[in-house]
């Protein structure tokens, strides 16, 4: 049963930083490429960026460039953001999701974990 759980969330200023984290278990972990999404509420969900298999490949929204950076541990079969002068407007629940080689679909998704920026 595969698992994906965040973790760091919480309630923040603006300029703050924070580091969600994503745990994975029942998979192949670095045969993944790892993503994270966010839903605002009451809009789409989209999507925030991605790591490729070993790391060497990073994408990022637009909208989070410069302040968001996704990383991973296979060891510890786990994905990173570490989100750093956060905006009011980053407030959302944020996902990780599973990508398995050779697909263009999300596979496994976690449970999101709410992160909330205040002004």
């Known amino acids: 049963q595969v698992q994906l759980v965040e973790s760091g969330g919480g309630l923040v200023q603006a300029g703050g930083s924070l580091r969600l984290s994503c745990a994975a278990s029942?998979?192949?972990?670095?045969?993944?490429?790892m993503g994270w999404f966010r839903q605002a509420p009451e809009k789409e969900r989209k999507f925030v960026g991605e790591i490729t298999q070993f790391g060497r490949t990073t994408s990022y929204a637009d909208s989070v460039k410069g302040r968001l950076t996704i990383s991973r541990d296979n060891a510890k079969n786990t994905v990173y953001l570490q989100m750093s002068s956060l905006k009011p407007e980053d407030t959302a629940v944020h996902y990780c999701?599973?990508?398995?080689?050779?697909?263009?679909?999300?596979?496994?998704w976690g449970q999101g974990t709410q992160v909330t920026v205040s002004s």
């Open positions: 999701a599973a990508l398995p080689r050779g697909s263009y679909e999300y596979k496994y």
């Open positions: 029942g998979l192949t972990f670095s045969t993944y490429t």
